[in-house]
Nanobody
């Protein structure tokens, strides 16, 4: 499966933004899909994930209550809705996927397929 992330840009603190991860070459509903982010000078970190079958989700503590992850099977796309954005959310955001059931949603090594990343900046 190929993944393409888009939707980044420049927003202000407190704004909302939705990122999209469009899949091709496979049905995204069969894949566990996650969002990771990497800020300048920092390691890549887990943000959110959604299970392939069903709708179970997981979030990093830093985004719980502010971010939501969802999937539209008809559009073969996974979304990351981000609300109440903070400057510390500024990063390059990647979507990632792995076919079938996964053991750990939080580890980047879990995922076999990665999108190219989309950048957004939150200004204070």
């Amino acid at each position: 499966v190929q993944l393409q992330a888009y939707g980044g840009g420049l927003v202000q603190a407190g704004d909302s933004l939705r990122l999209s991860c469009a899949a091709s070459g496979g049905a995204i509903r069969n894949y566990a899909t996650a969002w990771f982010r990497q800020a300048p000078g920092k390691e890549r970190e887990f943000v959110a994930a959604i299970r392939g079958s069903g709708s179970a989700t997981a979030f990093a503590d830093s985004v719980k209550g502010r971010f939501a992850i969802s999937r539209d099977n008809a559009k073969n796309t996974v979304y990351l809705q981000m609300n109440s954005l903070k400057p510390e959310d500024t990063a390059l955001y990647y979507c990632a996927a792995r076919y079938g059931v996964i053991a750990s949603a939080l580890r980047s090594s879990t995922y076999d397929y990665w999108g190219q990343g989309t950048q957004f900046t939150v200004s204070s």
